[in-house]
């Protein structure tokens, strides 16, 4: 990512709750972040939001 300093939340429903964040701090290279994410059982959308300042460049995103 590339950003000034901001927070990607992540959801499984556009106005649940999130079920995890990332915090990212300001940075005018690419960055990698990563966190654990624990989803329930069956199909769900992802959402990805992002707070901060500014707005965010997302190059990859990678699932384990």
């Known amino acids: ?11 499984i429903a556009e106005n649940g709750e999130k079920i995890a ?5 300001s940075t005018e290279n690419w960055t ?6 624990q989803i ?5 959308p992802l ?5 901060g300042e500014g707005a965010i460049e997302i190059k990859e995103i990678y699932f384990k």
């Open 47 to 51: 959402y990805l939001i992002y707070e």
């Open 21 to 25: 964040e990332i915090d990212l701090s």
């Open 32 to 37: 990698k972040a990563d966190t654990f994410v």
């Open 1 to 11: 990512y590339k950003t000034p300093n901001g927070m990607l939340i992540i959801k």
């Open 40 to 44: 329930p059982n069956g199909t769900y």
